[in-house]
Each structure stands twice: as C-alpha cells, then as structure tokens.
C-alpha cells in the first residue's frame, strides 16, 4: 500500500503519461534521446508547436505558431542572443528597434553559403563593410525602376532610374542636383548658385549659374585653363592676380583665338601665322568726345595690300639745302632697299622742294627755286616692314569673309541723322559738290554698287556665321528674290544684293515648308527636272538610284550608301508618252523636298545626306564616301521619318 503511487522507489508523476490527460511534472525535465536517431523533443498543439514563459508572465516564446517559426516577447526584449564570454551579443525587439547588434569585431556579419558576398556591419570604424565578387551592394524599389550598384567593376557607385540616375538636396536648403537626367548628365540648381567647384588649397574657385552670371571663375595664377588634349591648344583666363594683369592669355597650333560676332559677321583671328590680329572688319580706336559727353569718335587705322611703317616730322633748309636725320627706330623696321617714299611740303612760303636722296637713317631735301634757301617744310617718310615683303593679298578662302553687316549704322543715321554728316560718303561728296568737281546730282554710283554686291554685305536673314546656324528656311530665295534691287546703305545711299541664279519652292499657305515643284499627277515635269523610265513604283520625295538590272531605268533607293544615287522624285511614277512602261519626274541639282529617316541618327541643318536601307529615304551621312551624297539637309529632323527641304548637289 506504501508504494502503491511509486514506480522503483520514484512517485509515479517522475514518469510521463501517454495518455491524452494533462500532466504536471515537478522538477526539470531531461530527455536523452543519443543515438536514437530522431529528435530530442517534438511538439505539436493546436495553438502552436511550445509556448515558454517566464514565472511573472513578461516575457515569453511561441514556437510554431501560426506560420511563425517563433514568436519572443519581453519586457525589455523580444529575443537575446550572446557567445559564451558575452562578447558578442545581439537584441531582437528592443526598444523602437527591430535588431541590436554588438560584437568585439563587428556589430554583424552576413555572407551567402559559397561566401562570395558578404557584409558586416559596425566593423572597426566602419558602419557598413560589403563585398561581393560581382559587386559590394544593390539596392532596388520595389517596382524595379530604380536601381543603384555600389562597388562593381572599377565605379563606386553606379544609379539608374526612369526619371533620373540620382536626386540630391538639402533638407534646410534649395540647392538640388539631378544626375543623369534626360540628355543631361548633371542638372544643379540652387538659390544663390547652382553649383560650386573649389580648391581648397590653392583657393581657385569656379561658381556656375551664380547670382546674375553664367560663370564666376578665379585662381590665383589665372582664373580658367582649358587645354585640348589633341592639338595642345590653351585657354588661359585670367582674374589678374599674379597673372601679369593679362584677362585672357591664349595659345593653339593653328591660333591663338578666333572672335566673331554672329550678328553682324565680323570676325578677327588673333596670333594666327605671321598676322597679330586678322579679321574682316576695320581696326579701330575709340575716345571720349571732347565736346559731347554721351558720345565717342571712333576712327579707323589705314589698311593697304602691304604692311607699311612711317616716320614724319620737320624741318628747314639750310643754305638751300637739309639733310634731316630721321628717326632712329624706322631703320630698325623698314626695308632699306626697297619701298622707300618721301613727302616734303614747304611750309609758310610758296616753294617747290624735291628729294634728293632718302633712305632708313637720312633723308636729303633741296628747293628747285635757288632762292628757297631757309624755308621750313613738313616731311613724312613711308617704307616697308622689314620681313613682310612677301605677304600675299591674294589667298585661297578658306571660309565666307562678308562686308560686316551695316545695319547698325544704318538704323544710327535713321536715329540721329546729324550723325550722317561725319561720314566718308557724306564728307567727300560734298568736297566735290564745293569745288564743282561733279554735281551732287551727277554721283555715279554704279561701280562702288556693283563692288559691293560682288563681295556682299552680310545679312543674317540670308547668310550664316562661320560657325552659327543654318539660315533661315526661305532665306536663298529671299536673296534670289532681291535681284539687284537696292537696299539702303550705311552713308544713307543704297546698295544691291548678289542675284542668286536658283531658288527655293515657294512656301505653302499654311506656313508649313514649300510646296511641290508641280502638281504630282501633272504630264508636265517641273521646272528643272526630267523624266526618267522606272522600275516599279515611286511617289514625290522617294531618293533614286539606277537600277542595276535595267540600264537606264532608276528605281527607289533601299541601300545605305548607294553610290548609284540618282536624284529625289518630284512627282509620282506615270505612264510613258509611249505607252511603254512608266516614267517618274526626277531633280538632280536643285533645292527639292526629299524624304529622309533619323533613325539612323539626327539629322541637323547642313548635314550631308545619303541613301538608307529605309526605302526612297536618305539618312545622315556618317562618312563621305565618293558618289554617294545626295545633298545637303536645309532642315533638321530629330527622330522618326520625315520630309525636309535639301540641296540636292551634283555627283
């Protein structure tokens, strides 16, 4: 009876019951299952696998609950996990973190299963460690959009989205930066500048997009050095600190800087082979004027097909004679053999002098009267500059040298007609309506117009900078249109236009470009053009070529390149007058509407044209190949296909 609730000598609740009634075990609970082959402990309940709690109730595990492997709350953490001397630890559910995580090493350590990535965190003095044989991190949103690769290849951090690769701004600020946005790789903005490039060492400073300006650059030395990788040339722009007080300083193989004005032409080399400045406007001074304080005087240097030097002065004969000693720097720049010119003039008495003898150090001068024997005269001396003996005035063009435009001063005398008095024109014309030389009514203009219409005065309506854009659409058959018709002059008179013998299509009613030679469906040919047999079809626009299998015959264009190129069609394909095939209306040198693809790139006004694989469409060139170009855009087409005005141009 004694044992009867005992079990060799134990009480029977020290054994567990199998049975479906709960049991209560009263000390700890040790189950051995080495070598048996399965689990130590296996749980399974309706609400979950375990459930494990501290004898207060705050803090407690659940173990295969619902789809959780474990749930831990706490207190003061959800779980704690530490190495046996403590020296790493981690805290999962602390306070309003998810993880906290200490290490004597790192704060974490993560490394994929063949350990060719990993990352550790909190690492000596570093937040993040991350390395990967493909690249240290990737981070992406949640559509895939945005990407951002951190550590590949040789970049150490490459970003990439729809909208653009990287934003950047100030929380407190309106400075903000968008990298790699459309076809810009950085746009920067910001209140007072947009963005601000320093040294902090040698304090040069370059600030873009600041206050009223596009660029502000200073440096000790100079302010901006832009130098060509190819050809070495330099730009040198100076603030005038330690700089020798120089603005610009400039320096290339071919010259040392090109300046134009694209609204009027004028432009000027500067240090370009054996000539300082060279240009096609005149050499000017400017100075105060003394009697009006809102105007200047402006005068311009003398210019001749020899480049000339000159000493004057005075003196007296002496005895009925004078050897003047010239100035000691004019035989240091003059030629002393050849190019020599003297003038003398008596001075405050009628007398007739002559030299005797002139050359770079002495000029001799005697009176033809013996009784001139003290008169005072005026002399000036003319030679050549020593080493430009052999400059040519006649050269190759290499590029348009237009009159410079008038129109300013003509839309100044319009202003301030007085100011037309001061004048070449208006002062020689009157010189000769004084002295009765030739009537004012009589001028004959006709030689200085046709001078001027021959070498053309610029007009930005017509004509395009070396360099600037195309000319407007329409421009040539404006100039054509003009004729010798006069137009009026800087002195107020006129002058003519150059007559162009071709021109463009008329433009459309609707403004939308030029109409087509001639009706499409029309048995007669347009202007210029000639009828040629085709095979197949054509419509108005396609590009031709000749046909290989046809001699004679053309055919629309369907190679790139095609040096067979004939012409652009200026109507549709039609019936022969003889009844024998079909005929199509083609232009070969001319202006003419042709159609043109870009997808094969942009196409930009000027650009040469070729055959493309696109059928009857021409496309940029990208290489001059001979016989291959068609013409010369006039218009531009960014993208997609299209029909634009061209020059066509003789193969």
């Known amino acids: ?47 979950g696998g375990g459930y494990f709690q501290d004898v207060d109730g705050t803090g407690e595990a659940y173990l295969a609950f619902g789809d959780d492997g474990i749930r831990a709350y706490g207190s003061t953490r959800g779980g704690y996990f530490a190495d046996a001397d403590n020296s790493g630890y981690a805290e999962l559910g602390v306070g309003n973190r998810g993880i906290q995580a200490f290490g004597s090493a790192m704060g974490g350590f993560f490394q994929d299963s063949d350990s060719t990535g990993e990352a550790r965190l909190a690492s000596g003095n570093r937040g993040v460690e991350a390395f990967g044989s493909v690249m240290g991190g990737f981070f992406q949103d949640s559509d895939g959009s945005g990407y951002a690769q951190v550590g590949i290849d040789n970049d150490g951090i490459r970003a990439y989205g729809n909208a653009k690769g990287g934003y950047f701004a100030a929380a407190n600020g309106s400075g903000y930066a ?90 000027a080399y500067v240090g370009r082979q054996t000539y300082k400045i060279q240009g096609s406007g005149a050499v000017s001074f400017v100075q105060n004027h003394p009697g009006d304080p809102s105007r200047v005087i402006v005068y311009h240097a003398p210019e001749a097909s020899e480049v000339a030097v000159y000493t004057r002065g005075s003196a007296r004969l002496a005895g009925g004679r004078a050897v003047v000693s010239l100035d000691p720097t004019f035989a240091w720049v003059a030629n002393p053999d050849l190019g020599l010119t003297a003038h003398v003039t ?121 360099g600037g854009p195309a000319p407007a659409v329409g421009a040539t058959e404006r100039r054509a249109s003009a004729g010798n018709e006069p137009v009026p002059g800087s002195d107020g008179h006129e002058q003519p236009h150059l007559e162009l013998s071709v021109a463009l299509p008329p433009e459309r009613p609707d403004g939308r470009g030029p109409e087509s030679q001639r009706d499409a469906d ?123 005005r061209v020059l066509l141009l003789a193969r």
């Not at 990208?622 to 068609?630: C, D, M, Q, R, S």
Request: with cysteine; hydrophobic share 40%; aromatic share 6%.
């Open 522 to 644: 029309s048995s007669t040919p347009p202007a210029g053009a000639m009828l040629l047999p085709i095979t197949g079809e054509a419509e108005h626009g396609d590009l031709l070529v000749l046909d290989p299998d046809h001699p004679g015959h053309v055919i629309v264009a369907t190679s790139p390149m095609d040096q067979g190129v004939v012409g652009v069609a200026a109507g549709s394909h039609r019936p022969s007058a003889t009844g024998a095939g079909y005929v199509v209306p083609v232009v070969e040198t001319r202006f003419a509407l042709a159609k043109v693809d870009a997808g094969y790139g942009a196409i930009r006004a000027g650009d040469l044209l070729v055959s493309s694989a696109t059928p009857g469409h021409a496309m940029r060139a990208l290489e001059v190949a001979p016989g291959t170009i068609i013409g010369k855009a006039l218009e531009p087409l960014e993208t997609g296909i299209g029909t634009i």
């Open 346 to 466: 008596s001075r405050g008495a009628a007398c007739t002098l002559y030299v005797e003898s002139v050359t770079t150090e002495t000029l001799a001068v005697a009176p033809v009267d013996p009784s001139c024997t003290e008169v005072a005269f005026d002399y000036m001396v003319w030679g050549l500059r020593i080493g430009f003996e052999r400059l040519t005035p006649v050269q190759a063009k290499e590029h348009e040298a237009y009159i410079p435009s008038m129109a300013e001063h003509r839309e100044r005398i319009a202003a301030e007609p007085e100011l037309g008095a001061y004048t070449a024109f208006e002062r020689f014309r009157r010189m000769h309506a004084a002295i009765g030389l030739r009537p004012d009514a009589e001028i004959d203009l006709s030689r200085s117009r046709a001078l001027v219409a021959a070498i053309h005065e610029f007009d930005s309506s017509i004509d395009a900078p070396r």
């Open 178 to 267: 968008n990298v790699g946005i459309g076809d810009r790789g950085i746009e920067a903005y910001g209140g007072e500048t947009a963005a601000v490039f320093e040294n902090t060492v040698t304090g040069a400073r370059v600030e873009a997009g600041a206050y009223d300006y596009g660029l502000i650059v200073s440096g000790a030395d100079n302010g901006a050095s832009i130098v060509n990788d190819v050809s070495n040339a330099s730009v040198l722009l100076a603030s005038g600190i330690d700089f020798g007080g120089r603005g610009i300083r400039a320096s290339g193989g071919d010259y040392g800087g090109l300046f134009e004005d694209t609204d009027s032409s004028g432009w």
């Open 1 to 47: 009876a004694l044992n009867a609730g005992r079990l060799e000598g134990r009480p029977a609740s020290g054994f567990l019951d199998t049975s479906s009634t709960a049991q209560t075990k009263s000390g700890r609970l040790i189950v051995d299952s080495t070598g048996q082959g399965t689990y130590g402990l296996q749980a399974y309940g309706d609400y």
